[in-house]
C-alpha cells in the first residue's frame, strides 16, 4: 500500500492539528494574561474598555503595569479622534493597540481589555512610521502620501483607519495643509465614515472639532514636575498644545548647551508668534547666540559651550583627586586632544 493512498487522511489530520494548535496558543496567553471574550456584533461601534498592548506589556520591567485606555468610535458621534501629546508619550502605541484589539477578537481569541465591544471592521488601514524607498527614487514623504492616497480611495463605512504624524515628511505648513485635508475628507465622505484615530504634532488640527461635529480631540496626558516631564500615558478628552520636545531631548542625553540653546530660541519664536509677527527673520536668532555676549569663553563654539557646562555642572567641593583627573580626562575629549 503506497504513501498516496494516506495523503488526504494525513493532509486532514495536519489541519486539525493546526487548528487546535492555535486554539490552544489563543486560550494560553488568555488565561495567562487576563483577557476578556469580545462581543462581536454587526454595529458601526468600537467600544474598548481598559484597552492594552498584547506585546508591549509583556516587555515591561518588572513590577511596572502596563497603562490601560478606553477607545471609543462610531460613524455618528465619534467617528474622527484627533489624538495630540509629546512624544514617547504613547501615541502610537495606542493606536496599535486598538488595530490589534480589533483583528485579535475578529479572528476568534480573547483581547486585553477589562471589556470589548467590536462593531465587524472588514479593513485595517495603517500609515505609521518613517521609511523612504531609494530604489525606487521615493522619498519619505512620497511614500507616505502614496500610502495614504491608497487608503483615502479604498475606505468603506466598516474600516479603521489609522494615522500616525502624517505630513511631517514636509514644511509644516504644507503638513498641516494636508493632515487637514485628509482627515475632513475622511469626515464628509457620505459614502464611507470611515473610523480613524488620527495621532498629530499639528495642534492646528485641534481647531477642527470645532467646525466637524464627529471630530474630537483627546490627549495622551503628561505632568510637569521641576522641568521634567512625567509621561502618565492616558488618554484624555481634549487637545494638547505642548509637545515637550525639548524636554525629550534632554532626556535623551542630547549636551546641555543644544537642550539651552533650543529653549532660548523656542522662547523666541514663541513670543513672535505671540506678537502676530511671523515674517521676523529667522536670522536674527543668529545675532542674538550666546557667543555675542561678554564671556570668557567665545562661546559661538559649541565644544566650548559643552565644556563650559560640564565645569559648571562639577560639585569641586566633593570631588576627589582621581575623580578630578577623570572629569579633565573626559573634557580634553570634547576638543580631540589627545
Given at each position: 500500500?503506497?504513501?498516496?493512498?494516506?495523503?488526504?487522511?494525513?493532509?486532514l489530520?495536519?489541519?486539525?492539528?493546526?487548528?487546535?494548535d492555535?486554539l490552544l496558543?489563543?486560550?494560553t496567553?488568555?488565561?495567562q494574561?487576563?483577557?476578556v471574550?469580545?462581543v462581536i456584533?454587526?454595529?458601526?461601534v468600537i467600544?474598548?474598555?481598559s484597552?492594552r498592548h498584547?506585546?508591549?506589556?509583556t516587555?515591561l520591567?518588572?513590577?511596572?503595569?502596563?497603562?490601560?485606555?478606553?477607545v471609543y468610535?462610531?460613524s455618528?458621534?465619534q467617528?474622527?479622534?484627533?489624538i495630540?501629546?509629546?512624544?514617547?508619550?504613547?501615541?502610537?502605541?495606542l493606536?496599535?493597540?486598538?488595530?490589534?484589539v480589533v483583528?485579535?477578537g475578529?479572528?476568534g481569541?480573547?483581547?486585553?481589555?477589562?471589556s470589548?465591544?467590536i462593531g465587524?471592521v472588514d479593513k485595517v488601514?495603517?500609515?505609521?512610521g518613517?521609511s523612504?524607498n531609494?530604489s525606487a527614487?521615493?522619498?519619505t514623504?512620497m511614500v507616505?502620501?502614496?500610502?495614504?492616497?491608497?487608503?483615502l480611495n479604498?475606505?468603506?463605512?466598516r474600516?479603521l483607519?489609522?494615522f500616525d504624524?502624517l505630513?511631517?515628511?514636509?514644511?509644516?505648513y504644507?503638513?498641516i495643509?494636508i493632515?487637514w485635508?485628509?482627515?475632513?475628507y475622511i469626515?464628509?465622505?457620505?459614502r464611507?465614515k470611515?473610523k480613524?484615530?488620527f495621532?498629530?504634532h499639528?495642534?492646528e488640527?485641534?481647531e477642527?472639532e470645532?467646525?466637524?461635529?464627529?471630530?474630537k480631540n483627546f490627549?495622551?496626558s503628561v505632568?510637569e514636575?521641576d522641568?521634567r516631564?512625567?509621561?502618565?500615558r492616558?488618554?484624555?478628552?481634549?487637545?494638547?498644545?505642548?509637545?515637550?520636545?525639548?524636554?525629550?531631548?534632554?532626556?535623551?542625553g542630547?549636551?546641555k548647551?543644544?537642550v539651552?540653546r533650543?529653549?532660548?530660541?523656542l522662547?523666541?519664536l514663541e513670543?513672535t508668534k505671540?506678537?502676530?509677527?511671523l515674517s521676523?527673520?529667522v536670522?536674527?536668532?543668529?545675532?542674538?547666540r550666546?557667543?555675542y555676549q561678554m564671556?570668557?569663553?567665545?562661546?559661538d563654539?559649541?565644544?566650548l559651550?559643552?565644556i563650559r557646562d560640564?565645569?559648571?555642572n562639577?560639585?569641586?567641593?566633593n570631588?576627589?583627586?582621581?575623580e578630578?583627573?577623570?572629569?579633565?580626562?573626559?573634557?580634553k575629549?570634547?576638543?580631540g586632544i589627545?
Amino acid at each position: 500500500m503506497s504513501l498516496g493512498e494516506y495523503l488526504a487522511a494525513i493532509q486532514l489530520d495536519a489541519s486539525l492539528l493546526a487548528k487546535l494548535d492555535c486554539l490552544l496558543s489563543f486560550s494560553t496567553i488568555a488565561a495567562q494574561n487576563k483577557y476578556v471574550r469580545p462581543v462581536i456584533e454587526d454595529s458601526d461601534v468600537i467600544d474598548i474598555k481598559s484597552g492594552r498592548h498584547p506585546v508591549i506589556e509583556t516587555q515591561l520591567p518588572a513590577g511596572e503595569e502596563y497603562v490601560p485606555n478606553d477607545v471609543y468610535l462610531d460613524s455618528e458621534k465619534q467617528q474622527v479622534i484627533i489624538i495630540t501629546g509629546p512624544n514617547m508619550a504613547g501615541k502610537s502605541a495606542l493606536l496599535r493597540q486598538t488595530a490589534l484589539v480589533v483583528l485579535m477578537g475578529q479572528i476568534g481569541c480573547f483581547v486585553p481589555a477589562e471589556s470589548a465591544r467590536i462593531g465587524v471592521v472588514d479593513k485595517v488601514f495603517t500609515r505609521v512610521g518613517a521609511s523612504d524607498n531609494i530604489s525606487a527614487g521615493e522619498s519619505t514623504f512620497m511614500v507616505e502620501m502614496n500610502e495614504a492616497a491608497s487608503i483615502l480611495n479604498n475606505i468603506s463605512a466598516r474600516s479603521l483607519i489609522l494615522f500616525d504624524e502624517l505630513g511631517r515628511g514636509t514644511s509644516t505648513y504644507d503638513g498641516i495643509s494636508i493632515a487637514w485635508s485628509i482627515v475632513e475628507y475622511i469626515h464628509e465622505n457620505k459614502r464611507a465614515k470611515a473610523k480613524t484615530l488620527f495621532a498629530t504634532h499639528y495642534h492646528e488640527l485641534n481647531e477642527m472639532e470645532r467646525s466637524f461635529a464627529r471630530c474630537k480631540n483627546f490627549n495622551v496626558s503628561v505632568k510637569e514636575v521641576d522641568n521634567r516631564v512625567i509621561f502618565l500615558r492616558k488618554l484624555v478628552r481634549g487637545g494638547s498644545e505642548h509637545s515637550f520636545g525639548i524636554h525629550v531631548a534632554r532626556m535623551a542625553g542630547m549636551p546641555k548647551s543644544v537642550v539651552n540653546r533650543a529653549n532660548e530660541i523656542l522662547e523666541e519664536l514663541e513670543g513672535t508668534k505671540r506678537k502676530g509677527n511671523l515674517s521676523k527673520p529667522v536670522n536674527d536668532l543668529g545675532q542674538q547666540r550666546e557667543g555675542y555676549q561678554m564671556s570668557f569663553f567665545q562661546l559661538d563654539d559649541p565644544v566650548l559651550k559643552q565644556i563650559r557646562d560640564e565645569i559648571a555642572n562639577t560639585d569641586i567641593n566633593n570631588l576627589t583627586p582621581m575623580e578630578a583627573l577623570n572629569k579633565l580626562n573626559e573634557i580634553k575629549k570634547f576638543t580631540g586632544i589627545s
